[in-house]
């Protein structure tokens, strides 16, 4: 391309014709990469359906053994976590630097807290023998195996999704030492753009997380 | 793409509307809707996922493009949980002789 005379920034690169068009590409790589996590976790979910509907009267008594109040008290901080994760990107968007950096760091302590109350949750299972394995005990039903297969399921969906969070939190990281340094600015910030679109797909992913494992069943008052 | 930018009301109010439907989520699990229980905790979900992928996710203003990708997700997720559950949910409901 010897027409190409143009100096290289990081909003454009020498591949793309405009900013506009680079923007776009980047968005729709990150929603591909997303997408594969929806297929990984639609399984999951698909998983708990049919054991579910396999074992309905004990995933019922086990469900309602989770503390629901904790739950949507955690989903109450996840859910401010995504409004100061868009109030970032939208930091980023006006090159408001000093904002982006408050903003990313209330997100990151956000994540911490949902990440402590969850790890408070998984505690409360060590310590009721809920964690399955050979110490498993679940009172009050005659089948522990599907009571475990419950408490697998839970720490499976849970376990990856705080990882998730965790990883994201790395991002967030990353992003505010950036972000303080004014790597960002107006016209370049896609790096918040596409960690802002992960941060709410997790975010989503607990907003299912949630009614399935905590409420589904608690009508039945078991 | 020429760039919008939301204001920072429309996020507070979308925010304001994703902590109503998660108190409505909690307070509708304890009403006895027999099998509806589970209606109702999903289609709140969705709801609150739709919101969630349409403000703050930015996919009302992205390329068409990007929301044909997200669709054709739907749509193989679809097929992931439709196909599945055809058989899951139906064994045993015809009566397999000899048994």
């Not at chain 1, 402590?116 to 399955?132: L, S």
């Not at chain 2, 109503?20 to 809707?33: I, P, Q, R, Y």
């Not at chain 2, 969630?52 to 203003?61: K, W």
Request: charged share 10%; proline share 2%; hydrophobic share 55%.
């Amino acid at each position: 391309m010897a027409s190409h005379t143009r100096t290289e920034t990081l909003a454009l690169r020498e591949q793309f014709d405009t900013e506009a068009q680079q923007k776009d590409a980047s968005t729709l790589g990150m929603w591909i990469f997303l997408i594969t996590e929806i297929m990984f976790f639609g399984g999951l979910f698909l998983a708990y359906t049919v054991y579910r509907r396999w074992y309905a009267d004990i995933f019922a008594v086990t469900s309602s053994s989770l503390n629901v109040y904790i739950g949507a008290a955690n989903t109450l901080v996840l859910l401010s976590s995504s409004l100061t994760m868009v109030l970032a990107v939208r930091a980023a968007q006006l090159g408001k630097r000093k904002a982006l950096v408050v903003f990313l760091i209330l997100t990151l302590l956000l994540g911490g807290v949902f990440l402590g109350v969850k790890a408070y949750e998984w505690n409360q299972k060590y310590v009721e023998h809920h964690i399955p394995g050979p110490d498993f005990h679940f009172e009050g039903v005659a089948q522990q195996g599907p009571a475990q297969l419950f408490f697998s399921l839970y720490f499976a969906m849970t376990g990856l999704h705080a990882l998730h969070m965790v990883i994201g939190a790395g991002l967030l990281i990353v992003l505010i030492a950036l972000a303080a340094k004014g790597r960002f600015s107006a016209s370049y910030m896609t790096p918040v753009d596409v960690v802002g679109l992960y941060w709410h797909f997790v975010d989503i992913v607990w907003i299912f997380l949630f009614p399935l494992l905590y409420l589904i069943d608690r009508h039945l008052g078991r | 793409m020429t760039e919008h930018i939301d204001s920072t009301k429309t996020y507070v109010l979308v925010f304001v509307a994703l902590v109503s439907l998660t108190v409505l989520t909690t307070a509708v699990a304890f009403v006895n809707l027999g099998d509806f229980s589970v209606v109702a905790a999903l289609a709140i979900a969705v709801c609150k996922m739709l919101l969630v992928a349409l403000f703050f996710m930015h996919v009302r203003h992205s390329t068409q493009l990007t929301k044909l990708v997200l669709a054709g997700a739907m749509v193989w997720l679809g097929i992931l949980i439709l196909l599945t559950l055809t058989d899951f949910a139906t064994r045993g409901l015809a009566g397999v002789p000899g048994r």
